[in-house]
């Protein structure tokens, strides 16, 4: 079974400065897929990135990027130029390929300062 | 037009009591999902539909049944409500394997 862990429960960060989200994964599988979600104040899950594991680049979206590190089953999120709408809890999740399953990490708490 | 409505968004309940959760994707998505995200925002899996066939049924009471009539709903049903069934319920459909579409969530009381 896969198990994902994020090992920062919360985390902050003043406005316009840059900040990463800590993931690591354990799996016995070589293809499958690693996403981040946002879960704001209002409750609505958000897909923010998504990574192929057979992909060495590494994902980037507009101020989002991840730095995978498939040997080190490492996932984290950079958030740069971070905004007080970045305020959220942030959800790591690996999918397998073949269920469609995803599982998800317990979540990190992310407060932008103003 | 909402990829992925649930409905109702809010339902307080008593004990012992029946209720249903709805769910409607209109993405063309194959695979459905309800997760149940509990007070410590942990997320867990309940059931996926893959084209209306169970295709995941995590260990969960088998009070809560799943229906999809066809592939662009996939409901909840509870039986005999307990104090620890409050919770928020999350539909989610996906065409795997790019992520989710989630659903604005159910946040279920029993009181």
């Known amino acids: 079974a896969q198990t994902v862990t994020q090992s920062q429960p919360e985390m902050s960060v003043q406005e316009a400065e840059t900040v990463t989200l800590s993931c690591t994964y354990d799996?016995?599988?070589?293809?499958?897929?690693l996403f981040w979600y946002k879960q704001p104040p209002s409750r609505q899950m958000i897909l923010v990135i998504r990574?192929?594991?057979?992909?060495?680049q590494n994902a980037t979206e507009n101020r989002f990027s991840v730095n995978f590190q498939k040997a080190a089953k490492s996932f984290s999120l950079k958030i740069s130029d971070s905004q007080l709408g970045d305020t959220a809890m942030y959800f790591c999740a690996f999918m397998n390929t073949n269920a469609g399953k995803s599982t998800f990490g317990d979540g990190t708490t992310l407060t932008v300062k103003p | 037009d909402t990829a992925v409505s649930q409905t109702p968004k809010y339902l307080v309940t008593q004990m012992g009591n029946d209720k249903s959760i709805k769910c409607e994707q209109n993405l063309g998505h194959d695979t459905m999902y309800w997760y149940k995200q509990d007070s410590k925002k942990f997320l867990k899996i309940m059931f996926s539909?893959?084209?209306?066939?169970?295709?995941i049924n995590e260990t969960v009471p088998n009070r809560f049944s799943p229906k999809s009539p066809d592939k662009a709903h996939l409901n909840l049903h509870i039986n005999s409500l307990e104090l620890g069934d409050s919770a928020v319920y999350f539909c989610a459909s996906s065409q795997s394997p790019y992520g989710y579409t989630f659903g604005s969530g159910t946040r279920l009381t029993v009181v």
């Open positions: 539909y893959n084209n209306k066939e169970l295709i």
């Open positions: 990574q192929e594991a057979y992909k060495q």
């Open positions: 799996t016995s599988e070589s293809n499958y897929y």
